[in-house]
C-alpha cells in the first residue's frame, strides 16, 4: 500500500510542476487517466479528478473512455462508481462503435451491467458496434445466462442478426453454450420472472 501512497504523491508533485501532463496523449493517444484505469489506479484518477481541465469522457486513439477500461476490469467496480459520479457518459462508443456494455458482457461483470443500467440515464442495450453486434451477442458467446436475461430485461433486442446473420442464440451454439448448458442454471431463476421466460424460450 506504500508504494501506491508514493506513486500518487510523486504524481501530485509532478502535476503541481507540469499540470499539462495530465492531458499529454502518448503514442497511442492515451492520456494518464486511460493507464490509470487500466491499472486500477482509483487514487491516481481521483487526483486527476481535481484538475480543472479534467474529462471523464476523454477518449484514447482507438476511442475507448475511461469507463470503458474500468468497466472492463474484473475489480473495476469503485473505479466505475467514482466515473459515473464524476459525470461519466455511459453511452459513448468507441472506434469500432462498441459501448461500455459490449465490454461489460464480454468479461461477464453482472454487478457493473447492472449499475449501468439502472444509472440515470441508463446505458443502452441497443447500442450496436460495426460488425452489427449489441452486448448480447457478447453476453451469449461467453455462456452467461444471467448477463443475457438482465439485458432482455432491460429491453435488448432478442433476436437481432449481426454483419455475419448471427442471433445471439448462433453464437451461444457457436462457442458451445447451447441448450443443454443453460437449462440447470436457468432452473434455479424464477419462473415467473418475464425476463427468464424470455430467455428460456429462446434458448429451448
Known sequence: MWLTGLAVSVAETILKTEPKLAVREDDDGRLPIHWAASSN????????????SFDPDVQDGSGWTPLMIS???????????????????????????????????????????KKLLNHDPPASTKIRDKRSQYAIHRAAAIGSVPMVTLLIKHGSPLNATDASGYTALHHAVAEGHGAPNYRPRLHDMEATDTSYQATQQWLC
Do not use: P, Y
Open 41 to 52: 489506479c482509483i487514487d491516481i484518477i481521483i487526483l486527476l479528478a481535481q484538475i480543472r
Open 71 to 113: 468497466a472492463s476490469l474484473k475489480d473495476g467496480e469503485d473505479l466505475v462508481n467514482l466515473l459515473l459520479q464524476k459525470g461519466a457518459d455511459v453511452n459513448l462508443k468507441n472506434h469500432n462503435g462498441q459501448g461500455v456494455l459490449h465490454f461489460v458482457a464480454s468479461k461477464n461483470n453482472l454487478d457493473v451491467a
